[in-house]
C-alpha cells in the first residue's frame, strides 16, 4: 500500500474521514490505516476517525468529526443517519458566535451511539434522510427541523431569535416550518415553535431581534405600523435593481424607521449601503420621512425616541392625509 494512496483518498474526502472508509477505499485494513496515521503524524481526534495534520483544529473540524464518529457503520443509508443539531448547527451556520463546549448530535431514536464526554446526542423518531443536508462534508439537520430540535432546550425568546436569523439568511421559510409542526405536533418544545411561527406570520417579514422588539414596544405605546417592511417604489424611470424597504412604518404616510443592529449595520459594506439607500431617498419626490432606532434608543431613550415618532407620524399624517392620526385602514395587512 502506497502512502500517497492513502493520502490521495484522504484529501479527496476533505481531509478528514473513518477509518473503515479510508481503508475501504485503498482496500486495505483498518489496522493498516491506523498504523500509517500514526507514523505519518496524522490527527486522529476519535477512535474512529483520522485527519490530516493540523497544528491547531478548529471547532468546525471536531464537530466534523464529531459527526463522523456517530455515523453507522451498516451501509444503509437510513439506518446510519447522523446530522450536526441544536447549537453546534446554528455556529456552523454562522448564527452563533462559538462553538458550544459539546458537539450536538441527532441520530435516529432507535440507533446507539457509544458515549463520548464531548457529544451531546439526542434520539429522534422525526429524523429522516429529507431533514439532512451537507454543506463542506458535514451532515447538517435543514433549519426547518433545526428549530424544531432547538424548541427543546430554547425559551420563546431565544427560539425566536433563532428563527428570525435563519429567515433573514433565506435558508427557511414559515411554511416549511408549519409542515415540520403539522408532521410532528408532539416533540418536545412544539408550543413554543408553534407560538413563535404565528407570531411571526401576524407580523410579516422581520430580519432582526431589535427589529421585532421595536414594533412590539411601538403596538404596547398605542402605534400600529404596516404588516411588514414598507417597500419604497422606484422614482418613474428608476431602474429595476431600486429595490428598497423601510424595516418599519406606514407606506400611506411616507414615514419608515429603520433600525439599527450592531450586527447588520456596522461593517464596512453594511455603511456604505446604508449610505446609498440614504441618498436614494434624498432623491425621491414624495417627502419621505425616516428615522433610524438602535438598541440605545429601544433601551435607554424610549420615551424620547417614542415622542420624536409621534411627532412626525402626527406631521406625516396631517401633510399627506389631511387629518391628525393615521386610521387603520391606512395601513397594509
Known sequence: ??????LDHLRARGGLTTVADLAAGVGCSARAVRRHADRQGWWCPLPDVVGLPRARPSARDRIH???LQATGRTGDPERDLVAVTRLSALYLLGLAASAPTKVDLVVPGWRYVKPDPRVA??????LTADDITTR???PLVKSAPLLRDLAAIRDVDRLRLDAIELLRCQDVTLEDVEVVLAHGSSFPGSGRLRQVVQELRSVGRVDSALEYRARQRFR???IEFDRGQVHIPAPSGGSGDWA????????????GIEVDSFAHHSSPDALRRDAE??????????DWRVLHLTWWDLQERWPAFLGMARAVIAAQTARHLGRPWPVAADLVR
Open 1 to 6: 500500500m502506497s502512502p500517497s494512496i492513502l
Open 65 to 67: 468529526a464529531a459527526a
Open 121 to 126: 446526542v439526542t434520539r429522534s423518531t422525526h
Open 136 to 138: 463542506a462534508h458535514i
Open 220 to 222: 404596547a405605546a398605542g
Open 244 to 255: 428598497m424597504h423601510l424595516d418599519l412604518g406606514i407606506a400611506a404616510i411616507r414615514f
Open 277 to 286: 439607500r440614504a441618498n436614494r431617498l434624498a432623491l425621491l419626490p414624495e
